[in-house]
C-alpha cells in the first residue's frame, strides 16, 4: 500500500524538524564546550601569570594569620583587602605552590604590588619573620 502525498510531507516535515533540532542541540553544546574551555584555560594560565594588583610602590596592608586561619580564609581576606584580584585563583595557586600546609601564623606586612607567589613565600614557614629574603 502506497503512502499518501500528506503522509510523505508530513514525514518529511518531522525529518527536517528532528535534524534541526539535533543541529541546535548540537550547536548549543560546541558552543559552552568552547566557552568552558575558554575559561578554564584562562583560570589555569592565570595560575602561573597573575601580575601583582599594582606596581611599585603599591599599598601595604597587615595581615594577621592565627593557628585556626585556612588558607581558604586567608584568599578572602586578601581578596578584601585589595591585595588578589580572585580568592579561588589564589587558594590554587597556594595549592600548586612550595608553601602548601607552610603558612605560620603571625602579622605580615604585604603589599599590593606582590605577586600571590611573593605573599605566600612570606607567611611560610621558611620565613617565620614576616619580611622577604632580599638575597
Same mark, same amino acid.
Given at each position: 500500500?502506497?503512502?499518501?502525498?500528506?503522509?510523505?510531507?508530513?514525514?518529511?516535515?518531522?525529518?527536517?524538524?528532528?535534524?534541526?533540532?539535533?543541529?541546535?542541540?548540537?550547536?548549543?553544546?560546541?558552543?559552552?564546550?568552547?566557552?568552558?574551555?575558554?575559561?578554564?584555560?584562562?583560570?589555569?594560565?592565570?595560575?602561573?601569570?597573575?601580575?601583582?594588583?599594582?606596581? +611599585?610602590?603599591?599599598?601595604? $596592608?597587615?595581615?594577621? *594569620?592565627?593557628? &585556626?586561619? =585556612?588558607? @581558604?580564609? %586567608?584568599?578572602?581576606?586578601? /581578596?578584601?583587602?585589595?591585595?588578589?584580584? +580572585?580568592?579561588?585563583?589564589? $587558594?590554587?595557586?597556594? *595549592?600548586?605552590? &612550595?608553601? =602548601?600546609? @607552610?603558612? %605560620?601564623?603571625?602579622?605580615? /606586612?604585604?603589599?599590593?604590588?606582590?605577586?600571590?607567589?611573593?605573599?605566600?613565600?612570606?607567611?611560610?614557614?621558611?620565613?617565620?619573620?614576616?619580611?622577604?629574603?632580599?638575597?
Amino acid at each position: 500500500m502506497k503512502k499518501s502525498t500528506a503522509y510523505k510531507i508530513k514525514d518529511l516535515v518531522i525529518s527536517v524538524a528532528t535534524t534541526v533540532v539535533k543541529v541546535a542541540i548540537a550547536a548549543y553544546i560546541i558552543i559552552h564546550a568552547f566557552e568552558f574551555a575558554k575559561t578554564a584555560y584562562d583560570f589555569g594560565f592565570r595560575v602561573f601569570t597573575e601580575e601583582p594588583m599594582t606596581g +611599585d610602590p603599591g599599598v601595604n $596592608y597587615t595581615v594577621t *594569620l592565627t593557628e &585556626e586561619t =585556612k588558607p @581558604k580564609q %586567608v584568599a578572602e581576606a586578601l /581578596e578584601e583587602f585589595g591585595l588578589i584580584r +580572585d580568592k579561588d585563583l589564589f $587558594y590554587v595557586q597556594y *595549592l600548586l605552590s &612550595e608553601q =602548601k600546609d @607552610k603558612l %605560620v601564623p603571625g602579622s605580615y /606586612e604585604l603589599n599590593t604590588s606582590m605577586t600571590a607567589d611573593e605573599m605566600l613565600i612570606i607567611m611560610a614557614a621558611d620565613n617565620a619573620e614576616g619580611e622577604t629574603d632580599d638575597n
